[in-house]
């Protein structure tokens, strides 16, 4: 089985502008998490996407959306960008979400640099 | 609310020494409990869980116990090698599903 993608790897943009961030999960895993790692604040929690519905959200304003789609694909979505949002970002899939014994795969990350 | 502490790091061993990464942890009812590692550049690879009391994970050489009266996680080899340094970390999922964490420990071994 492929594992977790995440495109783009790498992106630079300036503040202000936005960007989209995506994952292609495992096939046939329904859940998504996204999380943001940078070296001050480590690993954060952003949200839970499950059939297309948010399910959990962390404490992130609200520049920070995602979405998942009928295929489990995944985006989230940063606007308005500031220098504190370069990090990080990890997408994780797994195959129910609903389960605390659930096992979360990660993707290789997408680097974020806000100039 | 939840929470996992990790012992700091840096930890520098020579090659084949024994490691211990403690891992502590704060939760309501009965999570699961996860280590991950993650390699320079890279994401985060899940290294083993356990998901009740006295529960054993291991992989590649690597083990930790689920101990609920002492609410630890302690990861542990045998016999370190130099292509085990990176960044260890100690992981809950709780009642709310979200995966707590703790603050990772840089594992640097050298030969």
């Known amino acids: 089985k492929a594992g977790v993608t995440q495109t783009p790897r790498y992106l630079i943009k300036t503040r202000g502008q936005q960007v989209t961030l995506s994952c292609s999960p495992i096939s046939g895993h329904r859940s998504v998490s996204w999380y943001q790692q940078t070296p001050g604040q480590g690993l954060q929690f952003l949200f839970e996407?499950?059939?297309?519905?948010?399910?959990n959200k962390g404490n992130f304003p609200g520049r920070f959306s995602g979405r998942q789609f009928s295929n489990s694909r995944s985006e989230m979505n940063v606007s308005t960008l500031e220098l504190g949002d370069s990090a990080l970002y990890l997408c994780?899939?797994?195959?129910?979400?609903?389960?605390?014994?659930?096992?979360?795969?990660f993707g290789p990350g997408t680097r974020l640099t806000v100039l | 609310g939840d929470s996992v502490t990790q012992m700091e790091g840096p930890v520098t061993l020579s090659e084949e020494a024994f490691l211990t990464i403690n891992c502590t942890y704060t939760?309501?009812?009965?999570?699961?409990l996860f280590w991950y590692v993650q390699y320079p550049g890279e994401g985060l690879q899940l290294l083993l869980k356990?998901?009740?009391a006295d529960d054993k994970g291991s992989n590649k050489g690597f083990e930790a116990t689920y101990r609920k009266e002492t609410t630890s996680f302690h990861l542990e080899k045998g016999s370190v090698q130099v292509s085990d340094s990176a960044v260890y970390f100690c992981a809950l999922r709780g009642s709310n599903y979200q995966l707590i964490w703790g603050a990772g420990t840089k594992l640097i071994i050298k030969p």
């Open positions: 939760a309501t009812g009965y999570p699961s």
């Open positions: 996407y499950f059939s297309e519905t948010q399910r």
């Open positions: 994780a899939s797994s195959s129910l979400g609903g389960a605390v014994t659930d096992t979360q795969y």
């Open positions: 356990a998901t009740k």
